[in-house]
């Protein structure tokens, strides 16, 4: 359903949201200055610079259409909504005809509870796009009172059929916030037995309407077949009450608001696919000010900041989500990665062991802990977290082979190695043929010189299965390699650097295997790339030794010393 939409309501997006250039409006040097190092900051998606600086040249040339359409995108997606509202309500005054203007002043109709201002404005022509325009239209009805008109302009989105979904998903949700449980079910049992489902939101909706309707049975059966051996925090929660005996509480949404915010929503849901997330970023920044509380939109808003490099505006959405929250270890999983992206690598480090010690009952957070510490090379730590994560699996199934795959790397890494190959085989049981168990288990195989031939069998099926990763190929002519099959290698190693251009050891590697069949100078012309790539201090000094002396006497070499 999604991909059938996205074109239609990205068309829409991109002529709401286009940032305006103006050249031709700039009056004085200041306000050049100011406009060049706005658009600088947001091309960067730097938001904070980018409304410091449009508002400066708005000083300067108060007034111009151009910068305030760009102040108000900044101000969105900042997440200053206020703000960006203020700008709006000038931006009208000067008679715009803006669609993003429009669209902020009915946000703000919305926000103070104002629908008969909000019908007055779509019955004088206000228009989006067809999704949003429907759902809003629809519940203002509702939050004017005015169910049956607002009843019939859901049937009247119904009629087509790529917002059916859509619309019977917001009807019973609306038909939920005037308490009729029954109809609300109804619809999202759909017909034929093909439930209404949009994500996972329609999910939990439907799980709390049957248990307001004293179906508990139903209600936990349907918790358990949307976990299996997932871990969804809420959901996760709601089966537990269920298992207690407990009703659970409406609360998807609760007032026409929440609704509106659920639209705004799913809209930004639909857009964050997109190649430009700023479409996305700025529904889920209006559908948040709508409902506040709303940790999915705050929890997507952080994830399309993070996407877009803006760590610290982040770090401060993740903070949003309270301790008391199912999601509040996701968002401080999140709000650890933006510190660790944002090169804040002990800051992040802290927050997931301090989330270790609070939440010590989940998985998740431990396998965090541990893929965090092992990117730092820090692999006793590393294997320690992953062993909590697996105690805490009594029964792991296909989905948890990573765990058993990342805790035999680190054990690997610290010189564990009967340990690590039993983490790869159990994780080869749990998933069969997992192409990135089958390089790293065959590789490590090759590189101790045992079980060659099970080791080639082994990167030879990973290949078929991930014929375009470069370090997969880079494997299998090395195997080639250590048993002598250089000829063989060759084409393989070529494919390996071809993927993998830079990568300083598939360079070196390419390079032993020319020199092997006679190609002397560009297995110096290889050596001297992977050089220029920064291998690690070890394999530089060999790197260099095979320059000077050749690798037939680097070999020799290490032969002697091994005896």
Known sequence: MTPMIRPVFLAAATALFAFTSAPGMLRATSLAGSYLAAGQANFDSDYEAAALYYARALTVDPGNLALMQNLVL??????????????????????????????????????????????AKFKAGAEFSPLLDGLVQSWSLLGAGKMTAATARFDKM???????????????????????????????????????????????????????LERNDEALAMANAALGNSNDPEITAMRDRLKAGKTLKFDVVTSPTDGISAAFYTLASVLSGQDNQRFGL???????????????????????????????LAVKNFDKVPGDSPFFYSAEIGRAKSLTDANKIDDGLNVLRKLSKTQPNVPAVFTT???????????????????????????????????????????EREGLWDKSVADFRFALKLSPDQPMVLNYLGYGMVEKGIN?????????????????????????????YRVKKYKQSVPHMERAVELQPVDPIINDHLGDVYWMVGRKLEAEFQWRRALSFKPEEKEAKRIQQKLDIGLDAVLKKEAAASK
């Open 282 to 312: 700025i529904y889920g920044r209006i559908a948040e000010y709508l409902n506040p509380t709303s940790v999915s939109a705050i929890l997507l808003v952080a994830d399309l900041l993070n996407g877009e490099k803006q760590y610290d």
């Open 74 to 119: 900044a101000y969105l997606a900042e997440g200053r909504v206020d703000k960006s509202i203020a700008v709006a309500v000038e931006m009208d005054k000067l008679g715009t005809d803006s669609q993003l203007a429009q669209l902020l002043l009915l946000t703000r109709d919305i926000k103070m509870g104002d629908f008969t201002a909000v019908n």
């Open 158 to 212: 119904a009629k087509n059929d790529t917002m059916k979904v859509f619309s019977d998903y917001h009807r019973a949700l609306a038909l939920a916030v005037v308490g009729d449980f029954g109809a609300a079910e109804k619809v999202l049992a759909g017909a034929n037995g093909r439930p209404v489902r949009i994500g996972r939101a329609s999910l939990v909706a439907h799980i709390e309407i049957l248990s307001q």
């Open 452 to 480: 060659l031939d099970e080791a080639q069998k082994m990167i030879e099926t990973a290949v078929a299965k991930r014929p375009n990763d470069g370090y997969i190929t880079d494997s299998l002519g090395w195997v080639l």
């Open 369 to 411: 802990l541990g893929d965090a510490l092992r990117r730092q090379s820090k692999f006793a730590e590393a294997s320690k977290a992953y062993e909590a994560a697996i105690k805490l699996l009594p029964d792991p199934g296909a989905n948890q082979w990573f765990i058993y795959y990342a805790r035999g790397i680190t054990y």
